[in-house]
């Protein structure tokens, strides 16, 4: 099983700053990576796929990059509504597909 | 556009069994793979099955493999996850998702209490 750890559990930004949080897989995935964003009593929403590749609909200040065994989804400006729970997944090798176990962005 | 709505949680006894569906609309239904993925209160997200578009492929995490069964009925559009052997720890929001290799979109989860 493919372990995914995420860092920093929590990170503490200001509104227009950006924002940077990392994803690490125990082996190589390639860049069979996603990210999602999930907000307080949603569902998650797919962000980013193939590592770099923004989901339709998904602004231009997420970004993603990586490849191998470490991922970074970086946010250029932090808008309010960015604040939420990220998580990273692994598609490359499963079952399981497996998830780390997110990272809180707050505002600072 | 899609739209996956599940349904069938509930409280239940451990020990005792829970049918979810999901229903989906908006896409051939027939065409994708479904996931199901579950999150504990207050806890991450953590993988739990999935079939293919035919039902001919199935595979279940380790921690409910032997109790969940997955099922599907394309000409109902519909998804579902048998839950027998219930635990505590299978405490969570259900959700259903489209897709193979990952998970876009997702329903609005169903929550699944099983006190202990």
């Known amino acids: 099983e493919i372990v995914m750890t995420q860092s920093p559990a929590t990170l503490s930004v200001s509104p227009g700053e950006r924002a940077t949080l990392s994803c690490r897989a125990s082996q190589s995935v390639k860049s069979n990576l996603v990210w999602y964003q999930q907000k307080p009593g949603q569902a998650p929403r797919l962000l980013i796929y193939?590592?770099?590749t923004r989901a339709t609909g998904i602004p231009a200040r997420f970004s993603g990059s990586g490849s191998g065994t470490e991922f970074t989804l970086t946010i250029s400006s932090l808008q309010s509504e960015d604040f939420a729970v990220y998580y990273c997944?692994?598609?490359?090798?499963?079952?399981?597909?497996?998830f780390g176990q997110g990272t809180r962005l707050e505002i600072k | 556009q899609v739209h996956l709505v599940e349904s069938g949680g509930g409280v239940v006894q451990p020990g005792r069994s829970l049918r979810l569906s999901c229903a989906a609309s908006g896409f051939t239904f027939s065409d994708y793979g479904m996931h199901w993925v579950r999150q504990a209160p207050g806890k991450g997200l953590e993988w739990v099955a999935f079939?293919?578009?035919?039902?001919?492929?199935?595979y279940y995490a380790d921690s409910v493999k032997g109790r969940f069964t997955l099922s599907r009925d394309n000409s109902k559009n519909t998804l579902y996850l048998q839950m027998n052997s219930l635990r505590p720890e299978d405490t969570a929001i259900y959700y259903c998702?489209?897709?193979?290799?990952?998970?876009?979109?997702w329903g609005q989860g169903t929550l699944v209490i099983v006190p202990s």
């Open positions: 998702a489209k897709g193979a290799s990952w998970f876009d979109p």
């Open positions: 193939g590592a770099s």
């Open positions: 997944q692994q598609y490359n090798n499963w079952p399981p597909i497996t």
């Open positions: 079939m293919s578009y035919d039902g001919s492929n199935k």
